[in-house]
């Protein structure tokens, strides 16, 4: 389990006049440093605004850019919607899961490299099919490109 560094929430916090109605902000900021949400974190934030645990909870699972559960430093948003699924992104997603060596109900790798997220669209319809790993677009996604993509970063990461 990845430790928390408090202060570097504290420097967040008050970069934000420990303000309650900014709490999104600051909740975006955390998230960026840890790829999601810890609940050590996000306890320590709300005791340190002032709101209760419940209802930063409440803001954390409402919106669906919050993360409760950790990620891996590589998410990949495989897209499924109309354009991507009739160029066949479900094999693209079978490669990626082979080539991470997870299942379908596993959404993280255990060495903390890699998720898999499915999404309904990206948005890039004419680039079809695509998937994005952090802020990266990849575009005419095949089978072959997914693996060589994985193997490609496993490389980069010195594995």
Do not use: W
């Amino acid at each position: 389990m990845e430790q928390i560094n408090l202060k570097l929430i504290d420097d967040i916090l008050e970069k934000h006049g420990n303000d309650k109605t900014r709490i999104i902000s600051i909740m975006q900021e955390v998230q960026g440093i840890y790829r999601y949400l810890p609940k050590e974190a996000l306890q320590h934030i709300a005791k340190k605004v002032g709101i209760s645990e419940a209802k930063i909870y409440g803001v954390a699972t409402f919106y669906g850019n919050f993360s409760l559960d950790a990620k891996g430093k590589y998410v990949l948003k495989v897209c499924r919607g109309t354009a991507c699924h009739v160029r066949r992104s479900e094999k693209i997603l079978e490669a990626l899961y082979e080539a991470i060596g997870i299942s379908p109900d596993q959404e993280s790798s255990d060495d903390g490299l890699f998720t898999i997220e499915i999404v309904h669209c990206l948005g890039a319809c004419g680039l079809a099919p695509v998937v994005m790993v952090n802020d990266d677009v990849h575009s005419a996604m095949t089978p072959e490109k997914a693996k060589a993509m994985i193997q490609e970063i496993r490389e980069k990461e010195g594995m």
